[in-house]
């Protein structure tokens, strides 16, 4: 029998926690997936280790969704990232927090996080079907009508978390926005967000360094975060943070010794003057960039001038890295855009136009920082769409 009380399409964070909730209050629930496994770009997350929340404050976290993060008050009153926490810890999965109030599974596997999640939704009775790509979706009557290439099914409400249009190859393809469409749903422009950087710089010397707690600013946007140096130019929360205020043409600045002031970098070469620049250099930074920073100057300490030491301390503290453009949407972490907020009841995430229909996730209009900024709304909103408490 096709005939189910909710329907959820997508099995990411937000569709999974969908399921679990609508199966919790009740619901005979049926959770489709088109790829082979649950949650693949979940999985990819953090490194691979799954950057399940972030542990911050209300306002940490709404600082963390700069698109439209202030429509989701209603939805983390409900289910917040302290209930993500005690969620998983109450189904066995032991947690740790790292740097930047990033929580990940001790395990550092983000199977541990999906088979959690799996095993939640099997417990509460949600009947799961992976290899199953929805083609369309209409409503007749009081039922929405779901058909994939083989089958078709039937359902009172119908939750849309099919993602944004980022990664493509993890299965989120932009379906959603199609649904949403055929609604008469507005789609608000969609773009990149969280995109790694091009820059014109010598990427061969440096891709695979990475740098933590490093200063990327732009006018008056300052970022100090984690930098990764890549073949085509920057990553790491720096540069994706940063990403929202260039498209390419500017000069960013980049700071890697922040947490100096430049009388303290002045003090310190003193100390070092017998040694090489390089040498030197490499008690502050990894091999290769205290090489790269070392290397237009003289090559002890001591034979620096008062101008060099002036120009190094720029080169430090301020070197400039021209921005030649960005990754495109699908090669970003994040899809900026989606399902206008106007159209959506924030408190029950249910459609204005067509009762019964529910939108969580990424495939709304709200984007956030990788952090596990991203992946808290997701469950958040997942869990209030699938409840039926509100
Ligand atoms: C490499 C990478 C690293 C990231 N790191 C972080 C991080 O560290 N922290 C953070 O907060 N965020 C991170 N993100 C973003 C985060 O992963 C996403 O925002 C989040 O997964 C969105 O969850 P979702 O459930 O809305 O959608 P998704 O996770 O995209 O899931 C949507 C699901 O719907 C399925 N689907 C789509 N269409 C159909 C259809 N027609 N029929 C059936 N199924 C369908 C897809 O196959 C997919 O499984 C990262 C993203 C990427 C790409």
Request: with cysteine; charged share 20%; hydrophobic share 40%.
């Amino acid at each position: 029998m096709n005939n189910f009380d909710t329907i959820i399409i997508g099995a990411g964070p937000a569709g999974m926690m969908a399921a679990i909730s609508s199966s919790f209050y009740g619901q005979k629930t049926l959770l489709l997936e088109k790829n082979r496994r649950l949650g693949k770009k979940l999985a990819g997350t953090g490194g691979g280790r799954c950057n399940v929340t972030n542990n911050g404050t209300l306002d940490d976290l709404l600082a963390g969704i700069p698109g439209n993060g202030r429509f989701l008050y209603s939805v983390f009153s409900q289910f917040d990232n302290h209930d993500i926490i005690h969620f998983f810890e109450e189904n066995g999965v032991a947690l740790k927090v790292e740097d930047h109030g990033r929580v990940f599974p001790v395990s550092d596997k983000s199977k541990t996080i999906i088979n959690a999640l799996e095993k939640k939704m099997l417990d509460l009775g949600v009947t799961i079907q992976t290899q199953t790509e929805i083609v369309s979706v209409k409503k007749e009557g009081e039922a929405f009508l779901l058909r994939s290439q083989t089958e078709t099914w039937t359902a009172k409400r119908l939750i849309v978390t099919t993602g944004g249009k980022s990664y493509p190859s993890t299965g989120s393809t932009g379906f959603g926005h199609e649904i949403a469409r055929h609604f008469k749903h507005t789609i608000t422009e969609l773009e990149a967000a969280e995109s790694p950087l091009l820059t014109d710089f010598p990427h061969k010397a440096l891709q695979g360094i990475s740098l933590d707690d490093v200063t990327l600013s732009y006018g008056k946007h300052v970022i100090t975060h984690d930098l990764l140096f890549t073949h085509f130019g920057l990553s790491g929360p720096a540069a994706l943070r940063l990403s929202s205020f260039v498209k390419g043409g500017e000069t960013i600045y980049l700071d890697v010794l922040p947490q100096l002031t430049e009388q303290d970098v002045l003090d310190f070469l003193k100390k070092e003057r017998e040694k090489s620049l390089k040498n030197a250099l490499k008690a502050l930074l990894p091999e290769r960039l205290a090489d790269f920073y070392a290397q237009p100057f003289p090559e002890k300490v001591k034979q620096l001038t008062a101008k060099d030491e002036e120009q190094l301390l720029q080169r430090l503290k301020s070197l400039a890295i021209p921005v030649t453009g960005k990754m495109s949407l699908s090669k970003s972490f994040v899809t900026k855009g989606g399902v206008s907020l106007k159209e959506i009841n924030p408190k029950t995430l249910e459609s204005k136009l067509v009762s019964g229909l529910y939108f969580a996730g990424e495939v709304m209009d709200i984007n956030a920082h990788t952090g596990g900024f991203n992946i808290t709304c997701a469950l958040a909103t997942g869990w209030v769409a699938g409840s039926l408490n509100n």
